[in-house]
């Protein structure tokens, strides 16, 4: 039985070495193209989970405090080593405290830079609230002290939490480093 001849249109033919180069060549810069954006992208995605986190923490302790008929103290702790916690009452608690039945730890909640790898609340400037610590009031949710919690990538880009007097709690991009276009500017 007779093999099919070739067509002119070259079925049957494989690729070249040539192609098979430039094919790659292609799919190299394209790739070192895209590793910077999609860097960028997963930074960004970190800081935001750490930015709503705190938001969304601070939204429930305030629930907390008017459900409980109690003062809810919200502590942070800033550095490579960061974290927040908080808890019922009228002490505030201290959230590098980790062994539950210790004095100090941190009951309602606790969260610490384990939970978000690569994002840092910066030691200096990083925490505004008196004492480090703020939290609300059960009767009308307002809060125990004013101030914010900035925290930052490993690019160094930047989220702000803010809590105001009445309560009032948002997430801004501080001027030049902050996640524009992701939160109004501060």
């Given at each position: 039985?007779?093999r099919?001849?070739?067509t002119?249109?070259g079925?049957?033919?494989g690729?070249?070495?040539i192609e098979?180069v430039?094919?790659?060549?292609?799919?190299?810069?394209?790739?070192?193209?895209?590793?910077?954006?999609?860097?960028?992208?997963?930074?960004?995605r970190?800081?935001v989970?750490?930015?709503?986190?705190?938001?969304g923490d601070?939204q429930?302790?305030?629930?907390?405090a008017i459900?409980?008929?109690?003062n809810?103290q919200?502590s942070f702790?800033g550095g490579?080593?960061w974290?927040?916690?908080?808890?019922?009452g009228?002490?505030?608690?201290d959230?590098?405290?980790v062994?539950?039945s210790?004095?100090?730890?941190?009951?309602?909640?606790r969260?610490?830079?384990?939970d978000?790898?690569?994002?840092s609340?910066p030691?200096?400037a990083?925490?505004?609230?008196?004492g480090?610590?703020?939290?609300f009031d059960p009767v009308?949710?307002?809060a125990?002290?004013?101030?914010?919690?900035?925290m930052?990538?490993?690019?160094?880009?930047?989220?702000?939490v803010?809590?105001?007097?009445?309560?009032?709690?948002?997430?801004?991009?501080?001027?030049g480093?902050?996640?524009?276009?992701t939160?109004?500017?501060?």
């Amino acid at each position: 039985m007779k093999r099919p001849a070739c067509t002119a249109a070259g079925v049957g033919r494989g690729f070249t070495l040539i192609e098979l180069v430039v094919v790659l060549a292609i799919t190299g810069i394209l790739m070192v193209m895209a590793v910077p954006v999609l860097n960028e992208q997963i930074d960004k995605r970190r800081l935001v989970a750490v930015a709503d986190a705190i938001y969304g923490d601070m939204q429930y302790a305030r629930s907390e405090a008017i459900r409980n008929n109690q003062n809810v103290q919200i502590s942070f702790s800033g550095g490579a080593s960061w974290c927040y916690g908080m808890i019922l009452g009228a002490t505030a608690c201290d959230c590098s405290v980790v062994a539950s039945s210790s004095t100090g730890y941190c009951a309602l909640k606790r969260v610490d830079y384990l939970d978000f790898q690569k994002v840092s609340i910066p030691a200096s400037a990083g925490i505004s609230f008196s004492g480090n610590k703020t939290g609300f009031d059960p009767v009308r949710g307002v809060a125990l002290g004013t101030g914010h919690v900035i925290m930052e990538s490993a690019l160094g880009k930047q989220a702000q939490v803010n809590l105001a007097l009445l309560g009032r709690i948002s997430v801004c991009a501080p001027a030049g480093v902050g996640l524009t276009g992701t939160y109004p500017a501060c």
